[in-house]
């Protein structure tokens, strides 16, 4: 079955750490660039980070450099996005995606409290 199951979102206080694990099935996982989103209430979908193939090389939305990094370990067919210094405005669902594909997971929740 061709999917994406997300996991790892709490609830954190600001300032805290969380790390996020995307994980593939069903289709050629080291083939492929992976994206992070995150969709906030009442906010459109924001492109979070990205990971190409090889995991050498990410591009990250500006609201979030220097505090997040996304890596990929591409035997586990997992793509990880380690948040720090989280602050209340990235309370989000934090969803995978895979461009390419046009597949999408369900989502974590990310909650953080001040």
């Known amino acids: 079955q061709v999917q994406l199951v997300e996991s790892g979102g709490d609830l954190v206080q600001v300032g805290g750490s969380l790390r996020l694990a995307c994980t593939a099935s069903g289709f050629t996982f080291n083939g492929y660039f992976i994206s992070w989103y995150r969709q906030a209430p009442e906010k459109e979908r924001e492109l979070v980070a990205r990971?190409?193939?090889?995991?050498?090389?990410?591009d990250y939305a500006d609201s979030v450099k220097g505090r997040f990094t996304i890596s990929r370990d591409n035997a586990m067919r997992t793509v990880y996005l380690q948040m720090n210094s989280l602050k209340s405005e990235d309370t989000a669902v934090y969803l995978c995606n895979v461009p390419r594909r046009n597949l999408w997971g369900r989502g974590t929740q990310v909650t953080v409290s001040s």
């Open positions: 990971i190409n193939p090889s995991g050498v090389n990410a």
